[in-house]
């Protein structure tokens, strides 16, 4: 494995030239198109070295905005401002989301796509480097997830490829997109429907996490449909005259409670779960409007299909045993996912060449002081060796999980999704702790490392036309052969954009003191006044304990 340092431009020079020409002694002499490659590549990492200062800030800035899905309106303002500064063409509001946006450079083909999700987690709000529970705004949402470290790491690549692309005229189209409202699984399929992706040769995902590394065929996991199921009643006197009223309240209790029971006899792979969004306005009005909000995840469509009719007809027998009636509505959908085998063994080639990025003390003191915190049976800090490449799951062995709408994208164009270790390991996900490390030089270091990847494997894209080739061979004749995409939205199904409005409408004035000024302070740690890092020298209180 060749270590590259984050930092020393010379050192990367010397550690790229002394691995490729391991590969001239050990191959063949590389023809000139390759070594032409070869010095690009080492141009695109010294540029992206260059860049660590943009990087850091990016991820610091969309940190403390930590906005929540559909509402990342200074996200987006300060992504797309970055990308214009750049010389990136931007378009915005597109599938009619008004935080949804495309930034394009370059012409002609390939067309390579570059996404990453924007959005937050509730009641996430955090310090960075500490490593115990303690919000900067307690209540608020924050970045829970690290959805604040993937786009700033795709900029960072694109700018860095922008400029070998001028400096050589090579010709293509980079192409930028955010994740919206991915928590909600609410934005890719409509960008898909919609057209999007239509022109677009590759797309290279990224998503954080704790290696460097990358899959290809079935991932684990799930895909999924988000329902909201409104039900019907009538008000009236609770105490006065309860005969008189119907209770939409009632409907979505015994929804809730057959759902229950009727979970035993589902498949094994399957995960559902629910909360009410509306259970009426006051105990002595009978509630006449209630509503319970689903994701149903499973395997495969037909599956998700079942869940969902099931669903269905839940909603059903609730109003008929209550006597209301009942509507529901799309709120989000996410296909299983399948990333390409070419692409992958690509990116697999850059992440072998970059390696993971070199851990501090202090990094390696805050990961395991959050293991310790967490109560993990082993404490073992940030990862130090590349993790391998991740293996297709066969369906039948698929024990389900989580869900990226990414799915939808990797059944319409060849797709993979690049992970970049940003993040501790160990974490329960969706949760303060996965905050703490997300702008601090563990995030930062990890986004450098992950976006000399991705410029890397968007030279191998732009430069190999034979790549492409073999990319939509994989998708047309092994992927898509048999199983096709049947997507879940209807032409008029529209995007779920009132979500988290009356979160960020009770938060963002609150917030807004607590967003980071690149101008005044050189990190986010700075202006926040933290010691990095902060770990608890004292063992917690049993009333902290008891938050486990
Ligand atoms: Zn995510």
Same mark, same amino acid.
């Not at 060796?385 to 939808?408: H, R, T, W």
């Not at 009356?502 to 000024?517: C, N, S, T, V």
């Given at each position: ?49 260059? #860049?660590?200062? @943009? !990087?850091?800030? $990016? =991820?610091?800035? *969309?940190?403390?905005?930590?906005? &929540? ?83 700033? #790491?795709?900029? @960072? !690549?694109?700018? $860095? =490829?922008?400029? *070998?692309?001028?400096?050589?005229? &090579? ?378």
């Amino acid at each position: 494995m060749t270590r590259i340092s984050t930092l020393v431009a010379t050192a990367v020079a010397l550690a790229l030239s002394a691995s490729a020409a391991v590969a001239q002694t050990a191959a063949a002499k590389p023809t000139a198109a390759e070594a032409n490659l070869n010095a690009m590549k080492r141009g695109v990492v010294e540029h992206v070295d260059g #860049l660590a200062k @943009v !990087a850091q800030e $990016a =991820v610091d800035s *969309v940190f403390s905005f930590g906005e &929540l899905g559909f509402q990342e309106v200074e996200t987006s303002k300060y992504l797309t401002g970055l990308l214009e500064k750049n010389g990136f063409t931007v378009t915005r509001g597109v599938s009619g989301i008004p935080t949804a946006w495309v930034a394009t450079f370059g012409s002609g083909k390939p067309v390579i796509a570059l996404g990453s999700d924007i959005d937050g987690i509730p009641q996430s709000s955090q310090k960075p480097g500490v490593a115990y529970k303690d919000p900067i705004l307690e209540g608020a949402p924050g970045h829970g997830e690290g959805h604040n470290t993937g786009m700033p #790491l795709n900029i @960072v !690549a694109a700018i $860095a =490829v922008k400029r *070998v692309m001028e400096r050589e005229k &090579l010709p293509g189209t980079i192409m930028l997109w955010p994740g919206v409202a991915e928590e909600q699984l609410a934005s890719k399929a409509w960008f898909v429907r919609d057209g999007m992706f239509k022109d677009v040769d590759v797309t290279l995902f990224t998503h954080v996490g704790n290696n460097l590394n990358v899959s290809w065929g079935a991932g684990g996991g799930n895909g999924m449909m988000s329902v909201e199921y409104t039900f019907e009643g009538e008000t009236a006197h609770s105490a006065g005259a309860p005969w008189r009223g119907r209770s939409a309240l009632d409907a979505v209790e015994l929804m809730s409670v057959g759902w229950q029971y009727r979970r035993e006899h589902l498949r094994l792979s399957q995960r559902s779960h629910s909360i009410i969004v509306n259970g009426g306005d006051q105990p002595n009005v009978v509630p006449r409007n209630a509503s319970i909000w689903f994701y149903f995840r499973e395997n495969d469509q037909p599956h998700i299909q079942e869940l969902w009719e099931i669903g269905n007809k839940m909603a059903e027998g609730a109003a008929l045993m209550t006597n209301t009636t009942w509507t529901s509505r799309i709120l989000g959908t996410a296909y299983p996912q399948h990333f390409n085998k070419p692409v992958a063994d690509t990116v697999f080639a850059n992440i072998q060449r970059v390696g993971l990025p070199e851990w501090s003390e202090a990094d390696q003191a805050l990961a395991k002081g959050l293991q310790k915190e967490l109560g993990n049976p082993t404490q073992p800090g940030m990862a130090t060796k590349l993790a391998e490449m991740g293996q297709p799951v066969k369906n039948e062995d698929n024990m389900g999980g989580g869900s990226d709408d990414i799915g939808d994208v990797s059944w319409n164009v060849p797709t993979v999704t690049l992970r970049y270790p940003s993040n501790i390991p160990g974490l329960p996900g969706h949760n303060w702790s996965s905050g703490i490390a997300s702008a601090t030089p563990i995030a930062h270091k990890g986004v450098v490392a992950g976006a000399k990847v991705q410029a890397m494997t968007i030279l191998d894209l732009l430069t190999k036309p034979e790549l492409i080739t073999a990319a939509w061979d994989y998708f047309k004749n092994v992927q898509t052969k048999d199983v096709k995409y049947i997507p879940f939205l209807k032409a008029d199904t529209p995007p779920a954009i009132h979500l988290n409005e009356a979160i960020l409408g009770k938060y963002r004035e609150q917030m807004k003191p607590f967003y980071y000024d690149p101008s005044k302070f050189p990190t986010y740690l700075d202006q926040l006044g933290i010691k990095y890092p902060t770990v608890r020298t004292t063992p917690p209180s049993p009333q902290q304990d008891e938050q486990h």
